[in-house]
């Protein structure tokens, strides 16, 4: 069973930058793509960013820029890298763990992988 617990959420001005953290457990890391989705209150899922087993990234144009994600195999964890961020950024953020689309990873595929974590809050105020 995988499991995966993120940590590294909380409150930033404009401008400032957080880095979130997903521990993950259970799994083989190379047959997975793994990727970060947020969700704000009243709007619908957005894949944020992902990482194919071959290392390629993938990111939404929302953030794409500002935001960097990366894996540690041999911590088997999976970090997202927030700068310059913006009020709109403002959500609760999962990571997530996709057996389907290990090698094409899509960014927006991620919203509805197989496992998720419980999500991280990031609030980002004007």
């Known amino acids: 069973q995988v499991q995966l617990v993120e940590s590294g959420g909380g409150s930033v001005q404009a401008g400032g930058s957080l880095r979130l953290s997903c521990a993950a457990s259970g799994y083989t890391g190379n047959r997975y793509c793994m990727g970060w989705f947020r969700q704000a209150p009243g709007k619908e899922r957005e894949g944020v960013a992902t990482?194919?087993?071959?290392?390629?990234?993938s990111y939404a144009d929302s953030v794409k820029g500002r935001f960097t994600i990366s894996k540690d195999n041999a911590k088997n964890t999976l970090y997202l890298q927030m700068d310059s961020l913006k009020p709109e950024d403002t959500a609760m953020y999962y990571c997530?763990?996709?057996?389907?689309?290990?090698?094409?990873?899509?960014?927006?595929?991620?919203?509805?992988?197989?496992?998720r974590g419980q999500g991280t809050q990031v609030t980002v105020s004007s």
């Open positions: 997530a763990a996709d057996s389907r689309f290990p090698l094409s990873c899509p960014t927006d595929g991620v919203k509805e992988a197989n496992y």
């Open positions: 990482i194919a087993s071959s290392d390629r990234t």
